[in-house]
């Protein structure tokens, strides 16, 4: 999936995920709450644009939505200080890590790798970038409505681990490049998605983004 910013097009190779961000989903989800962020990739190829209708996954039965903020890299770098980490960012959006979470469980029992609940077809849904000077970074709200329902609300506020702490924690082991994504984690409130359902994930500053589910 090409990403265009400011007559700048971004051919993202790796899709970084944090889990256990948010204190109140780490309560929902009777986790821990961690001492250093949780990373996970996904393939770029679980990308989906806005407006795409998605498959509801065959490798699983109970799809859960999880709206987070993302954050697209705009140069290469490493280590990255904190002090300079905003500087590597070039824009903001939101996005969806869609999870099979009856999958997720069985692995976190057997403590097996989560990529077969995560990281499958079509488990990234992505809203179109800011340009991140546009954006308060530390304070954008934004929710997940299914059917005209909320179901999860957030604030970058709440996030344990800042944006900049988590490129410096991601840099520490990864060289940054230049179209890299970061998912921010989510907050409370995941659920269930049935085929048929409308998912928009929206917030004031970014802009708002749907998908169906088929
Ligand atoms: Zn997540």
Not at 56 to 60: D, K, L, R, T
Not at 85 to 90: C, D, G, L, T, Y
Not at 119 to 122: G, P, Q
């Given at each position: 999936m090409e990403i265009k910013l400011k007559n700048k097009v971004y051919n993202p190779q790796r899709v970084f995920c944090i889990g256990r961000n948010y204190a109140d989903h780490i309560k929902e989800m009777k986790s821990e709450t961690p001492k250093s962020p949780v990373i996970f990739l996904k393939p770029n190829t679980c990308l989906v644009e806005k407006d795409i209708q998605i498959p509801?996954?065959?490798?699983?039965k109970d799809l859960h939505h999880e709206v987070e903020i993302v954050y697209l890299i705009g140069k290469e770098g490493k280590p990255v200080s904190l002090d300079d980490?905003?500087?590597?960012?070039?824009g903001v959006s939101l996005g969806l890590d869609l999870t099979l979470r009856d999958v997720q469980n069985i692995l976190k029992d057997k403590g097996q790798p989560w990529e077969l609940s995560k990281?499958?077809?079509?488990s990234a849904p992505l809203g179109d970038f800011m340009p991140v000077e546009n954006i308060v970074i530390h304070n954008i709200a934004f929710t997940c409505i299914v059917n005209n329902e909320i179901r999860q609300q957030g604030n970058?506020?709440?996030?344990?681990?800042?944006i900049e702490n988590l490129i410096m924690a991601i840099s520490s082991v990864w060289k940054l490049l230049e179209g890299d994504l970061i998912f921010t984690g989510t907050p409370s409130g995941v659920a269930s998605l049935m085929k048929g359902d409308r998912i928009t994930i929206q917030s004031p500053s970014i802009g708002s983004f749907s998908w169906e589910i088929l």
């Open positions: 509801f996954p065959s490798s699983g980490a905003k500087s590597f960012i070039s990281a499958f077809d079509y970058s506020s709440d996030m344990i681990f800042s």
